[in-house]
Every structure is written in C-alpha cells, then in structure tokens.
C-alpha cells in the first residue's frame, strides 16, 4: 500500500505558475510489527534511538493518533497524567497544562490550543510510520488581506454531484465536472438533472480542477464533449503518485492542456485570483483537495478526502464544501454469505451513516467556515438491475448534515442547494440573513433525473463480451500475467455472471493462486485465503479489455462478494 511519506519521494512532476518549494512529508519515526503490537491503550511514550526525539502516541478504539512530546505554550515535556483515570491526557511539566490526546485539545487551560497532529501510517507488514507535513499550513504562505466583494462579484452555482461553478470576477473555475452518462461502469447515476447551459458552461470554463481519478469525478464521457468542443481548455490536477489522467490515451479523449501541480503551492492566476491543491492523509496516491482563493476570501472544497491535508485545514474560510453521503463503496450490500444478512448490513449501514454525519458535523463546527455546502454525494443506483442496491444502500441526506450542524452552532451558514441554485458570497459574508444572497432555480426547473440512457452506455460495456481475445483459451493467463499481483497467499474464484449474478452462458469460472500466479483446477489443499468473485460479465471484461480498475466492479456494484476468512485484503 502507498504510504503518504512515499507520495513525496523523488517526485518532481511538472510545475505551473510559480517556483515555490511543495510540501514535504518526513518520517519522523518507525516501529516495527512486534512493537506496534505491545503497544497499550491509551497513551505510549517513544523515543527515536537515533536522535532522541520523544513522540506520544495514542491508542483507541477508532486508532492511533500521534504528536511530538511539546507543549505548545512553551516547549515544556508532556508526561502522564496519573489524575486521569481514563487514560487519555498527558500533563505538561513545565506549567501543568494538560492535552487529550484523544482530540488532540489542550483541557487545561481549555479551549487555548490544538496540538499539532502527525499522520499515522500502518504499513503491510503491521509497522508503524510518523510522518510530519512541511509546511504543516501552507495556505499561510503570502498571506492576503480581504478586500470588500462587490454584490455579484463572486458567484457559486451548483450543477450536479461534485460539480460546482465558480464566477470569480472575470474568470470562471469549474470543480470536478460529471454531467453525463455513468460512474463506476454502470453501478452509478446521477440523482440530479444538471442546469441545460451546463456543457457550455464546462466549455467556456477558465479553469478546471479534477480531484482525483474516480469517474464520478474524472467522467470521460463528460471531457469526451469538452476535448470535441474546447480540447485545448486549461484542466489542473495534484501532484498524486496515481496520475489523475492514467487513462487518458486509452480513452481516445484529446486533451491538449493538463497541467500537474505541486501541493501545497499557491498557484496565481491573477492579481487577485489563486489556488492550492493539497493531497489526502489517508489516501495520497490519489485523493485531492483544493483552496481557491479570490481577493483574500477562502474557499475550500475538500471532495472526496478521508482526512485532507492530514487532518490541518485553514479555520474560517468564506464558504467550505464536503461531500457528506456514504454508501460510495461495495462493503457491506455487495457480500454475501456467513454474517451478511439483510438485517446485519441495515444495522451496519445505519450505524455507518450515523458516524459519518457526526463527523462531517465536528468537522464543520471545528472549522468554523462562515458558510458550509455539503455537496458530492448525489449519485443514485438507478438501473433496474441493482434495486436490490439502490434499496439496501441508504445514505445520509445533506438537509440532515445541515440540520445537525445548526443544532451544534448557530455562527454557521448552511446552504443545500439545487441543481442551478447560486450563492452570491458578497452578499452572503455582508449579511448571511439577506435572502437575495441565493438565487434558486425557477420552480419549473426538474431537479431530478428520470432519464439516463441505460442502454446506450450498458450495449457499449457488453459489447466486450464477443471480443476476439476471449476466444483465446489462454486470455485468462495473460490479464493476469499482465496484472502482475502475486506472492500473496489468496486463492480467488472468479465466476462471470449475468445481471442476476447467475452463471453466463458465455462466461467463464476460473481459479487463480496469487501466491504463485498459477491457475490451478482445483482449491488448493493448503492454508489460504479465498475470495469468490461473481462479476457481471460484460463490465469485467471491459475492465479486461481496456486495462481498466477493479473499482468499477467494486465501487460500481457489479460484483457479489464471498471470503473465508472474513478479512479486508488492503493488498
């Protein structure tokens, strides 16, 4: 697995607007297996044996979390703290200040400090990383004093899904732009019936930014219009060590002007217009967030990431946008067998979801952005063929998201917009109370999709199916040659299917060994583990076909799920 230390390592990649220095990331220390695992709960004293340097890490229920042994008021060592019987604070001893570790908040004096965090990364092998960012808050840099917006200087338009317009003086930046056909194969749709103008709007954008290269989010049938109409129209993505446009030259799509930035650099558009794009915490070979900045106000969209920045964020930005659904991954509706019952995921998906919402809720109260969108989360399992999906995955509502944060404080503006609704952020930052601060769309507008062409996009997945190397008896070898995963001791079962997940009459039911990258006829007779696969044929053979990621079989629903044992093979 790809660790946020790696991201950065001998990776130069191709630089835009400006020579400044990206962001950092250093291993400040390693445990090994044996170590990580005589770790206690609650809090662990470290030492690095080649320099001294003292490091707490905590250990609960949710993981570990990590910091430097200092006090932030001035320096002073932390030790435990024997008054806390739950285990959670250390004691300063310079001047007694005390830190919950678990919330990284200093409790004594209260609400003085947040202790600086450092990421955690668990490797493959059970070890340990503590990684420390540099500069831990690189939006400080060149810092901008805002200036007064003028009424309709700066707009928000909400188009669909993660896909946002931002009138920004003169220039239009468009974020992550799907308005058309399906994600992750055939699993996704979108829920919402984007404004008509909004291909053109994409076309005659100034600027567009692509997080990352999930196809709710990188929709090739969306840039196939774009590279026909504007090939040449500025798209800008991070940095990430999986490259955003690693399909490109399979796609066919002509695209003419991508530009890889470096995190945690101010790109400068203009006098007054600038971004920095900054990786995931949890996942930065390939997640991305973005602060946009006009005139010295802040807008951060944080999309997709798990813990962006490694969980450091600028406080009190203009307007903050999160995507606040769930439900975007197979686990638990596409497993069956053993535990997966009908009850057991309802129970889990609800407690999920409740979790979620919690979080994303803290999150914005410990921000405190001046207006909060949760957005990105509008997809629906629309086809027929996964209402068992559709019915099973329930996901949480952004009017609920928006509720429970007005109920944790009242200093926040939340907005829940629909599809062509517009938020005027001068008018908002002058009074958050003024209603012409957002324009809605007429009550004439549809808001929600009740056509998605399934058959054009579903006959051109399955025309895989009669592809002339699946006449070759040796087909199977060679994607997995290709592949090139092994040395792993997991035995797979792989059964094409049709949309019932029953046996296709032209599929195939093949073993592979990961351990050696055999294909035996029979399961091996040794310890293992085994996954039985039953894949939709015509979406995994158009993974085949065009070299493509799993993630559509996963992600995209159309797959069903066995294992023994029952454990997550992050492999």
Same mark, same amino acid.
């Given at each position: 697995?790809?660790?946020?230390?790696?991201?950065?390592?001998?990776?130069?990649?191709?630089?835009?607007?400006?020579?400044?220095?990206?962001?950092?990331?250093?291993?400040?220390?390693?445990?090994?297996?044996?170590?990580?695992?005589?770790?206690?709960?609650?809090?662990?004293?470290?030492?690095?044996?080649?320099?001294?340097?003292?490091?707490?890490?905590?250990?609960?229920?949710?993981?570990?979390?990590?910091?430097?042994?200092?006090?932030?008021?001035?320096?002073?060592?932390?030790?435990?703290?024997?008054?806390?019987?739950?285990?959670?604070?250390?004691?300063?001893?310079?001047?007694?200040?005390?830190?919950?570790?678990?919330?990284?908040?200093?409790?004594? /004096?209260? !609400?003085?400090? +947040?202790? @600086?965090?450092? #990421?955690?990364?668990? &490797?493959?092998? *059970?070890?340990?990383?503590?990684?420390?960012?540099? /500069?831990? !808050?690189?939006? +400080?840099? @060149?810092?901008? #004093?805002?200036?007064? &917006?003028?009424? *309709?200087?700066?707009?928000?338009?909400?188009?669909?899904?993660?896909?946002?317009? +931002?009138?920004?003086?003169?220039?239009?930046?468009?974020?992550?732009?799907?308005?058309?056909?399906?994600?992750?194969?055939?699993?996704?749709?979108?829920?919402?019936?984007?404004?008509?103008?909004?291909?053109?709007?994409?076309?005659?954008?100034?600027?567009?930014?692509?997080?990352?290269?999930?196809?709710?989010?990188?929709?090739?049938?969306?840039?196939?219009?774009?590279?026909?109409?504007?090939?040449?129209?500025?798209?800008?993505?991070?940095?990430?060590?999986?490259?955003?446009?690693?399909?490109?030259?399979?796609?066919?799509?002509?695209?003419?002007?991508?530009?890889?930035?470096?995190?945690?650099?101010?790109?400068?558009?203009?006098?007054?217009?600038?971004?920095?794009?900054?990786?995931?915490?949890?996942?930065?070979?390939?997640?991305?967030?973005?602060?946009?900045?006009?005139?010295?106000?802040?807008?951060?969209?944080?999309?997709?990431?798990?813990?962006?920045?490694?969980?450091?964020?600028?406080?009190?930005?203009?307007?903050?946008?999160?995507?606040?659904?769930?439900?975007?991954?197979?686990?638990?509706?596409?497993?069956?067998?053993?535990?997966?019952?009908?009850?057991?995921?309802?129970?889990?998906?609800?407690?999920?979801?409740?979790?979620?919402?919690?979080?994303?809720?803290?999150?914005?109260?410990?921000?405190?952005?001046?207006?909060?969108?949760?957005?990105?989360?509008?997809?629906?399992?629309?086809?027929?063929?996964?209402?068992?999906?559709?019915?099973?995955?329930?996901?949480?509502?952004?009017?609920?998201?928006?509720?429970?944060?007005?109920?944790?404080?009242?200093?926040?503006?939340?907005?829940?917009?629909?599809?062509?609704?517009?938020?005027?952020?001068?008018?908002?930052?002058?009074?958050?109370?003024?209603?012409?601060?957002?324009?809605?769309?007429?009550?004439?507008?549809?808001?929600?999709?009740?056509?998605?062409?399934?058959?054009?996009?579903?006959?051109?997945?399955?025309?895989?199916?009669?592809?002339?190397?699946?006449?070759?008896?040796?087909?199977?070898?060679?994607?997995?040659?290709?592949?090139?995963?092994?040395?792993?001791?997991?035995?797979?079962?792989?059964?094409?299917?049709?949309?019932?997940?029953?046996?296709?009459?032209?599929?195939?039911?093949?073993?592979?060994?990961?351990?050696?990258?055999?294909?035996?006829?029979?399961?091996?007779?040794?310890?293992?583990?085994?996954?039985?696969?039953?894949?939709?044929?015509?979406?995994?053979?158009?993974?085949?076909?065009?070299?493509?990621?799993?993630?559509?079989?996963?992600?995209?629903?159309?797959?069903?799920?066995?294992?023994?044992?029952?454990?997550?093979?992050?492999?």
């Amino acid at each position: 697995m790809l660790q946020l230390s790696d991201v950065f390592r001998g990776r130069n990649g191709h630089r835009f607007g400006g020579k400044m220095t990206s962001q950092t990331a250093k291993v400040v220390l390693s445990l090994d297996a044996e170590t990580v695992s005589l770790l206690k709960d609650g809090v662990n004293f470290k030492k690095d044996p080649e320099n001294g340097k003292c490091y707490i890490i905590y250990k609960g229920t949710e993981g570990f979390k990590a910091c430097r042994n200092q006090c932030k008021h001035q320096g002073g060592l932390f030790i435990k703290d024997i008054e806390d019987l739950g285990g959670r604070t250390v004691k300063c001893t310079k001047h007694n200040w005390k830190l919950n570790l678990s919330t990284m908040k200093y409790v004594n /004096p209260p !609400d003085s400090f +947040l202790q @600086d965090e450092l #990421e955690v990364e668990i &490797l493959d092998d *059970g070890g340990l990383r503590l990684v420390e960012l540099s /500069p831990l !808050d690189p939006w +400080l840099a @060149d810092p901008r #004093e805002p200036l007064q &917006l003028k009424e *309709g200087e700066v707009k928000v338009t909400y188009l669909t899904h993660a896909c946002m317009e +931002l009138q920004l003086g003169q220039r239009r930046f468009m974020f992550d732009p799907w308005l058309k056909g399906p994600a992750f194969a055939r699993g996704w749709w979108l829920l919402h019936e984007s404004p008509a103008d909004a291909l053109d709007r994409l076309c005659a954008a100034d600027l567009i930014y692509i997080s990352h290269m999930h196809s709710d989010h990188l929709s090739y049938p969306t840039l196939k219009v774009l590279s026909e109409r504007r090939p040449d129209a500025p798209i800008y993505v991070g940095d990430t060590s999986r490259p955003v446009f690693w399909y490109l030259e399979q796609s066919k799509v002509q695209l003419t002007n991508i530009n890889v930035v470096p995190f945690g650099v101010w790109q400068n558009v203009d006098e007054h217009l600038r971004f920095m794009i900054m990786m995931d915490g949890v996942h930065p070979e390939m997640d991305t967030c973005i602060i946009v900045e006009y005139k010295g106000h802040m807008i951060l969209n944080t999309v997709d990431c798990t813990r962006p920045n490694g969980g450091r964020l600028p406080q009190n930005v203009d307007l903050m946008m999160s995507d606040f659904a769930g439900g975007a991954s197979g686990f638990p509706m596409t497993f069956y067998g053993g535990k997966y019952s009908d009850s057991w995921k309802a129970t889990f998906i609800k407690n999920e979801r409740k979790k979620l919402l919690n979080y994303k809720a803290q999150l914005v109260k410990s921000l405190q952005p001046k207006i909060y969108c949760p957005f990105a989360g509008y997809f629906v399992e629309a086809h027929p063929s996964d209402r068992y999906i559709k019915e099973t995955n329930v996901k949480n509502g952004a009017d609920a998201l928006n509720a429970q944060i007005n109920n944790l404080t009242s200093d926040i503006k939340t907005w829940t917009p629909k599809p062509g609704a517009v938020l005027d952020l001068g008018l908002a930052l002058t009074d958050p109370t003024n209603s012409e601060a957002i324009t809605n769309p007429p009550a004439s507008a549809k808001i929600y999709k009740d056509n998605w062409d399934f058959d054009l996009y579903v006959d051109e997945l399955n025309r895989a199916i009669s592809c002339e190397i699946f006449k070759h008896p040796n087909w199977i070898q060679f994607y997995y040659t290709w592949a090139g995963f092994q040395n792993y001791n997991l035995v797979v079962r792989m059964i094409e299917t049709d949309d019932n997940f029953e046996p296709h009459p032209l599929g195939c039911d093949y073993l592979v060994d990961f351990l050696d990258l055999s294909f035996p006829t029979t399961i091996p007779d040794r310890e293992h583990s085994y996954l039985e696969l039953k894949n939709r044929v015509g979406v995994m053979r158009h993974v085949v076909v065009h070299g493509g990621l799993w993630d559509d079989l996963y992600i995209g629903f159309q797959n069903r799920i066995s294992r023994d044992p029952d454990i997550y093979h992050h492999k």
